[in-house]
């Protein structure tokens, strides 16, 4: 409970912490000196200051009684004291320091307590009253009150503020290259390009970049091997598959070689996503296109019946026009798939557009909301394969959004009561 306690307060990030790890010790440390400095050093020079100065008033006092006042006047003037005479006491503060409270209470306790003490920029000046006679001495500052540790209070102070500075400055540049490390790597996994990263900072650091290097060109070099296998044979089952629908063309037509027919024609469906999905889809360039243009395009080439959108004819936003051609013609496919009404519509926003494609379809379960995205996933897990596709469309279509900075949501249509995917796209990228 404790320990949960104190977790609460301390920093959650490494720079504050190192900081704290930095500046906890310094401080305890700068008090201590100071505190010790101030207890055995300058608080003994101080009474000892107090003292001399209470042997020299006592001199003073003593010549006065046996001598008068001009002869004291000169001694005085020899001890750098100026001496003088007063008919009235003028008003004295009482509010003194710490150190100004010691003297006073020194000179109480060596001279006389009824001894008056007023403490001024340049002079510390006592009254002491003589048989109806108000001495006043003056008694310059420095002979009392030494500027000194001041000075090397001040000075220990801004030396670890520098210091501190200095360190602060070092641990940054430390911790950017610490961010900089996660911030690639974060990038790295969720598939987005990286187009610049040095390993930098200490060595460890670097030693931690140059690992990340090495693993993100093993990856790459991974999937590079598994993509173009996955194409090859692809293509290779695809010119199989082509010879066998020439051979069935040349055979007696029965309802077996129909069957075969319509299972070599899965094959090919199934063939193409294949191909679509290793095919490693680079954003060529980003441009200015019409939203109303790309949909009745996508509509045309579906050919897929009761689709109707609604959309400003003069919706502009700055992507990759192919990308998001085949992101919406996949999720309309896949709305086809389940739903017999499709409507799309188009809303403007201050950041983005959104492309909202709902369907009347029995809609998709919480459980399976996060599951749909992944390569061959399908809710209907039968072994029918009439029934769905390969699984691969919405994965592209996600795959596809990341390239051009868009994302891709579903939720539950409250119009159509099937489902609602909504694609976000960034107006300025």
């Known amino acids: ?6 977790k609460r307060f301390l920093p959650k990030r490494l720079l504050p912490r190192l900081l704290l790890i930095f500046l906890i010790p310094l401080i305890i440390i700068q008090c201590s000196v100071i505190f010790f400095f101030y207890d055995r050093h300058w608080e003994k020079i101080i009474i000892r200051f107090s003292n001399i100065a209470s042997n020299k008033i006592n001199l003073i006092i003593n010549q006065y009684k046996e001598n008068g006042i001009e002869e004291t006047k000169s001694i005085a003037a ?3 004291i100026f001496l003088s005479t007063l008919n009235q006491k003028p008003l004295i503060s ?3 320091s710490i150190l100004e409270k010691k003297i006073k209470k020194t000179i109480h306790s060596r001279v006389n307590k009824n001894i008056d003490i007023s403490f001024d ?7 002491v009253e003589i048989e109806k006679t108000l001495l ?3 008694f310059p500052r420095k002979y009392l009150l030494s500027e000194t540790p001041t000075i090397y209070i001040l000075w220990i102070i801004s030396t670890s503020l520098l210091l501190s500075l200095i360190a602060f400055l070092f641990l940054r540049i430390q911790i950017r290259a610490i961010h900089r490390l996660a911030k690639s790597a974060e990038d790295f996994g969720k598939g987005k390009k990286i187009n610049y990263f040095k390993p930098e900072g200490a060595m460890e650091i670097r030693s931690a970049g140059n690992a990340f290097l090495k693993m993100r060109k093993r990856i790459n070099n991974y999937i590079d091997q598994k993509t173009s296998f996955l194409t090859g044979i692809s293509h290779d089952l695809g010119t199989i598959i082509t010879r066998i629908k020439l051979r069935l063309e040349l055979l007696k037509k029965t309802n077996e070689i129909n069957d075969i027919k319509k299972d070599v024609e899965i094959m090919q469906i199934f063939l193409k996503e294949y191909l679509d999905y ?14 109303f243009d790309i949909i009745e395009k996508v509509i045309e080439a579906s050919k897929i019946k009761n689709v109707s959108f609604k959309c400003n004819r003069n919706v502009i936003v700055l992507t990759d026009a192919n990308s998001l051609h085949r992101i919406v013609f996949n999720l309309i496919e896949n709305a086809s798939k389940f739903g017999k009404k499709i409507e799309i519509s188009v809303k403007k926003k201050t950041d983005n557009i959104i492309i909202d494609i709902e369907d009347d379809g029995p809609g998709i379960s919480n459980e399976f909301k996060k599951k749909i995205f992944k390569p061959f996933y399908k809710i209907d897990d039968s072994r029918n394969l009439n029934e769905g596709g390969s ?11 990341k390239n051009i900075k868009a994302k891709i949501k579903i939720n539950d249509s409250k119009k159509l009561r099937g489902s609602l995917f909504s694609i976000s796209i960034p107006r300025k990228v």
């Open 1 to 6: 409970m404790n320990r949960n306690f104190i």
């Open 78 to 80: 020899e001890l750098n």
């Open 94 to 96: 009482d509010n003194n």
């Open 121 to 127: 920029k340049k002079f510390i000046t006592f009254y």
């Open 136 to 138: 006043k001495l003056d």
């Open 278 to 291: 290793s095919d490693n889809t680079k954003v060529k360039k980003f441009t200015k296109i019409n939203i």
């Open 391 to 401: 699984g691969l469309g919405l994965s592209i279509a996600k795959e596809l959004a």
